[in-house]
């Protein structure tokens, strides 16, 4: 068999660059056409004919060649209408070879709307120029997306003209703009991420672009990218039919300088093929020049090097006369490394080795922005160390890798720890050096908290833990450091919730017999102070920051030292259900530091600042006083924008404040909304296996919840839990949160061992990090007692309600209002186990400490009224009971929707007591409130029971009936 394999090769080689030739001729004058001519004759004689006989049909004046019947009347000789689809001509904008671009505009009733049209141009019909018209109209309508150009509409005019009439971008090019504006790399950067997010969204709706090139990226007036001529784009084919097999003439049209290789072979083209152009824009924007220079019209020599040679670096291929290396200092320098490497990633000879979507290419580029790592380089130590110096150079805590490249480098310096002493120490610089060292590894810990920056923590633990093996053999010689690296470690695993690994790490810090000066040992006191608080052991914690202050009255201590003392006194007297007194000290501690000398960082006093209005906000949410929440919380937020932007950590902690307290206030749309941007820049920064994005997602699954979309809820929960799971939180105080609004759900949908089982696992880890007697576990065990209720077996219920009321009593007495779940849940459970003797003072309890602490228009204090009525029907004391019911069902009516539950129980015990006379006008009211209710807990659970006890013989099948 013959062997065409190379003939097929000459023949796409000679149709590309007919093609190739074509386009451009088509795009020039008539005189450049002439002098275009004359050059193919000498260096592409083979080409010569057959370009001047479709240059001659293109500037004929024959008809279109695939509609004849629809466009025919349509000549060279006739000019450019003045209006066109509703739209006033204005003027010529530019022209391509398949088709020319007006600037347009519409006035209807004085409105002006200004617009681009594009329409095919004359003597240049043909299937490839109607085909690109109308694939541009496909591709346009399906997209909305502010850096894509806008479709309006489009079709064939009166006139017989085919036209799109589509977004005017008053604007420049992409390089013109960044030429004009002297931009510099980063600004460059950020604008080309705005197109890499286009042609994401481009690749999400399988759509391949195949043309992206500079010509085809406007700036508009608002520094804003927008993709433009979808002409060549197409629909990615799912089926995998090889697109090489289609010989048409508009898949040679493509701009060669920017064609990838697997283009220029006419092999398969995906969205590799589009990631691989906008690295070619890449290399063009941050160097001045194209990765390959195109000889003109040499096909051969531009196929070789798109396919063959492998382009300089952009570090290597600057153009001194370019405007980038004119306004960026040691340009070269800054190319060097990440950036060459990530072009050098998208421009890939193998479509396999590029980045996976332009979205990966989008993401490493804001990687390198934030001063993070990014995949195109090699995952050293040394790499990630240099990461670290170009953090701390400029004060950006929050890049996501921070944490990892400083214990890394903190492991280093511990293993060469001993070699530095033995060559540092012979003088006293030396000496200095060394507690330099010292200084510089603590720092590295402090940094590591998850709490200042935003990392992964899968990796931070990790780290951690072996850092802290390492620790137990190094600094032998050095008690004072060694004593201070086991606190700051043990500092950083209670703010990642591991109070067990902290425990251990800040008792081989007190084992450690050294002199220390009075202010560690205030620093050591209060870590030591934060560790009881996290183990529930609030009065002992504050002892010992009453030793702080006795302590401190002769020292001249730091005030960042002092405000964190004033912040914690301040949460822990609010835990301990004495708000006022926490208010007061933090008030104090704000007056202090307005009046205090001005400090060198003026960042950290903002933050002091911010950091207690957000604690403010928290202890005044304990008083129900939510007008003083909001402006505090609003006040932190503000203080967090204005220094530090929309997306840093703390500016999205106060952010998701306020969308908690819109949650807490029954106003779940609004906080959906907060809640949901928080996640998504969560999401953006730290990806999915990050715990704080964790966080937002449990968040967000909160506010589907109360906002009745369960399988939403369930869905983001389900999230939440795995990404604790992939940062290494898996065993975590965060995990039984997300834990417990899983059980929750679940016990919505009535699957109430399913709920058991989740609490009983929360309980479990909860037990192992804080101890049994720990308060906060108190919630669990009665979600517990609530799952045994569900299931009807009420001694185990009340025997999980007085576990709950003891965990929270020997903390905190009757201080703290949550306690009033307890105490009224256990005179439910008596109530309904025929005891009612035995319910004394729990109820009145409950409702003073509920009136007292929420208000007596509270929902909390509605139910406590519910379950005083249910005792008050069980001892026959029908006024008491009718009494209680009507104000239960004041507070419940003002808030709630006549279909919720709780409508429904009320209703129902209400006009039980009024049917007892035997009116039957109450029945059908019974059974719809009876419906309701065995609808939300299934027909076995014991509330459905008491609602059946109370109306003998009404079923809710009489609710059906008119």
Same mark, same amino acid.
């Given at each position: ?23 451009? /001729? ?508 996290? *183990? ?57 530091? /307005? ?257 007292? *602490? ?109």
């Amino acid at each position: 068999m013959k062997d065409n394999t190379g003939s097929k090769d000459q023949q796409n080689s000679q149709w590309q660059l007919l093609w190739s030739l074509f386009d451009q /001729a088509i795009s020039g004058s008539a005189e450049q056409q002439i002098s275009l001519l004359a050059q193919v004759r000498v260096q592409h004689p083979d080409c010569y004919q057959e370009l001047s006989a479709m240059l001659t049909a293109h500037n004929s004046d024959h008809p279109l060649l695939d509609e004849p019947d629809q466009l025919t009347n349509w000549h060279q000789d006739l000019t450019i209408p003045d209006h066109i689809g509703g739209y006033e001509i204005i003027g010529p904008l530019g022209s391509g070879g398949a088709g020319d671009v007006f600037k347009a505009r519409q006035n209807n009733d004085g409105f002006e709307h200004t617009v681009a049209i594009k329409l095919a141009p004359v003597g240049r019909y043909s299937s490839w120029v109607l085909d690109s018209f109308n694939n541009e109209l496909n591709m346009l309508l399906s997209l909305n997306h502010p850096n894509i150009e806008r479709l309006y509409e489009g079709g064939v005019s009166a006139d017989n003209i085919p036209y799109l009439v589509v977004e005017y971008i008053d604007g420049e090019h992409l390089n013109v703009h960044c030429d004009q504006h002297q931009l510099k790399l980063r600004a460059r950067i950020s604008l080309f991420i705005q197109v890499c997010d286009a042609v994401a969204t481009l690749h999400q709706s399988l759509i391949i672009h195949r043309d992206i090139k500079m010509s085809n990226i406007m700036v508009d007036q608002q520094g804003t990218a927008k993709l433009l001529d979808f002409g060549l784009a197409k629909f990615t084919d799912i089926g995998g039919r090889d697109e090489s097999a289609e010989m048409t003439l508009s898949g040679w049209m493509m701009t060669l300088a920017y064609a990838s290789p697997e283009q220029v072979k006419g092999e398969l083209i995906t969205t590799a093929s589009d990631v691989y152009a906008l690295g070619v824009v890449l290399h063009a924007l941050l160097c001045g020049q194209l990765p390959h220079q195109i000889k003109a019209h040499d096909l051969a020599d531009a196929a070789k090097q798109i396919t063959e040679v492998i382009p300089p670096p952009p570090s290597e291929h600057i153009t001194d006369a370019s405007s980038v290396s004119q306004v960026e200092p040691n340009l070269r320098g800054k190319l060097k490394g990440e950036l060459d490497a990530i072009v050098s990633k998208a421009l890939q000879k193998d479509p396999l080795r590029r980045y996976s979507s332009a979205q990966q290419l989008a993401e490493d580029l804001q990687r390198y922005l934030h001063h993070q790592p990014v995949l195109a380089s090699p995952d050293s130590v040394w790499y990630r160390m240099k990461k670290f110096t170009q953090r701390h150079a400029i004060g950006v805590a929050s890049t996501s890798l921070f944490v990892m490249a400083l214990v890394l480098l903190s492991v280093l310096l511990f293993n060469r720890s001993v070699e530095l002493e033995q060559s540092l120490l012979a003088t006293q610089q030396e000496k200095q050096r060394v507690r330099q060292v010292t200084d510089f590894l603590i720092d590295v810990f402090k940094t590591s908290d998850p709490l200042l920056s935003q990392t992964e923590v899968v990796d931070v633990k990790t780290l951690l833990d072996h850092a802290s093996e390492q620790l137990a053999s190094q600094f032998t010689d050095q008690p004072a450091t060694r004593a201070k690296l086991y606190e700051t470690l043990g500092s950083v695993y209670l703010n990642m919730s591991d109070v067990q690994q902290a425990e251990l790490l800040l008792q081989e810090a007190n084992r450690i017999n050294t002199e220390r000066s009075p202010q560690d040992r205030l620093e050591a006191l209060l870590i030591e102070a934060q560790l009881l608080q996290s *183990k529930g052991d609030i009065k002992p914690a504050l002892a010992l920051l009453d030793l702080f202050n006795q302590q401190q009255g002769t020292l001249n201590l730091p005030i960042a030292l002092v405000m964190k003392m004033a912040l914690l006194q301040g949460q822990l007297l609010s835990q301990i259900g004495d708000p006022t007194a926490a208010i007061q000290v933090i008030n104090e501690a704000k007056a202090r530091l /307005a009046s205090a000398e001005p400090m060198a960082d003026e960042y950290r006093i903002r933050q002091l600042e911010a950091d207690m209005n957000h604690l403010l906000g928290s202890v005044y949410w304990k008083l129900g006083d939510w007008p003083q929440v909001k402006k505090h919380y609003q006040a932190s937020y503000q203080s967090h924008v204005q220094r530090l932007g929309n997306a840093h950590h703390l500016t999205l902690r106060s952010l998701s404040a306020l969308g908690v307290l819109d949650y807490a206030r029954g106003r779940f749309s609004e906080a959906l909304d907060k809640l949901n941007e928080v996640l998504k820049q969560r999401q953006q920064q730290l990806g999915d296996n990050h715990y704080l994005t964790a966080e937002a997602h449990n968040r967000v699954g909160a506010a589907f919840y109360e906002l009745g979309q369960l399988a939403d809820a369930e869905a983001h929960y389900q999230a939440a839990v795995q990404g604790l799971q992939d940062s290494g939180l898996g065993q975590s105080i965060k995990l039984t949160r997300v834990l417990n609004n899983l059980g929750l759900i679940k016990r919505q949908q009535k699957q109430y061992q399913a709920a058991a089982a989740l609490f009983s696992r929360a309980l479990v880890i909860q037990t192992e990090l804080l101890g049994e007697t720990h308060p906060d576990l108190a919630a669990m065990v009665n979600n517990l007692g609530l799952t045994a209720y569900d299931q009807n077996l009420l001694p185990e219920a009340l025997e999980w309600f007085q576990k709950s009321y003891d965990l929270q009593f020997q903390a905190n007495g009757h201080q703290h209002v949550n306690i009033a779940f307890s105490m009224t849940n256990i005179a439910r459970m008596y109530v309904m186990m025929g005891q009612a003797d035995q319910v004394d003072n729990w109820l009145d309890d409950a409702l003073a400490l509920r009136a007292e *602490k929420l208000g007596t228009d509270n929902l909390m204090y509605a139910a406590t009224l519910m379950a005083k009525a249910e005792w008050a029907w069980a001892i026959k004391d029908w006024a008491l009971a009718s009494q209680l019911a009507d104000q239960a069902l004041t507070i419940r009516s003002a808030q709630l929707a006549d279909d919720d539950w709780r409508m429904a129980v009320v209703r129902h015990l209400r006009n039980s007591l009024a049917a007892r006379q035997g009116d039957a006008q109450y029945d059908r009211l019974l059974a719809c409130d009876l419906q309701l209710i065995q609808q939300q807990f299934g027909v076995t659970h014991p509330m459905v029971r008491s609602a059946r006890e109370r109306s003998p013989g009404v079923g809710v099948e009489l609710c059906a009936k008119d």
